[in-house]
């Protein structure tokens, strides 16, 4: 059984930056994917996702080039690195976990292990 727990959130104004932090325990970090998510208006939506060695990422379209998803194994932990940061990206975003896959999974219903949650509001 994996654990997953989010840090890292927090109010920042439009424009700004903020790093999530997932840290995995509980299981082989290495063999999974890892995605961030994120909660809008009751609907989960995919924000981007790594595989289990890093080399491979996919993003939601319109967060490309904003939002950078990476992962440290020996840290069991997978970041998300936020920039340019706009209101509509207030929301509370999850870190989960599958077992490896060729291709990043992007509906939320792929994904086994869940992180708590965690809140990011983008105000001024």
């Known amino acids: 059984q994996v654990q997953l727990v989010e840090f890292g959130g927090g109010l920042v104004q439009p424009g700004g930056s903020l790093t999530l932090s997932c840290v995995a325990s509980?299981?082989?970090?290495?063999?999974?994917?890892m995605a961030w998510f994120r909660q809008v208006a009751g609907e989960r939506e995919f924000v981007a996702g790594t595989?289990?060695?890093?080399?491979?990422?996919y993003y939601k379209d319109s967060l490309r080039g904003r939002f950078n998803v990476s992962r440290d194994n020996a840290k069991n932990t997978v970041y998300l690195q936020m920039n340019s940061l706009k209101p509509e990206d207030t929301a509370v975003y999850y870190c989960?976990?599958?077992?490896?896959?060729?291709?990043?999974?992007?509906?939320?219903?792929?994904?086994?292990?869940w992180g708590q949650g965690i809140q990011v509001t983008v105000s001024s």
């Open positions: 509980g299981g082989t970090f290495t063999i999974y994917n």
């Open positions: 989960a976990a599958r077992e490896y896959s060729y291709l990043i999974k992007t509906s939320f219903r792929e994904y086994e292990y």
């Open positions: 595989t289990w060695s890093g080399g491979t990422t």
